[in-house]
């Protein structure tokens, strides 16, 4: 029992949940396929104005004693 104490609610940071729900409309309107996703995201990337970076890609390292 927690008798004085009044119940609260957990701190919501707004801008947290603002992302949040935009995340879920884009989702929702990719099906809820994480492809397709992702595929809607990297489509918009031009129009958002941002430079975007790209991580370089990874290649499969030479076993030992071969060229």
């Given at each position: ?8 609610k ?12 935009v ?6 309107a990719a099906?809820?396929?994480v ?19 790209r ?6 390292p ?6």
């Open positions: 029992m927690t008798e004085g104490k009044p119940e609260t957990p701190w919501q940071d707004p801008i947290v949940a603002k992302v949040r729900e995340r879920e409309a884009f989702f929702a099906g809820h396929d492809h397709e996703f992702c595929r809607g995201l990297r489509e918009r990337e031009p129009a958002s104005g941002h430079r975007v970076i991580a370089p890609q990874q290649t499969q030479q076993p030992a004693g071969r060229a």
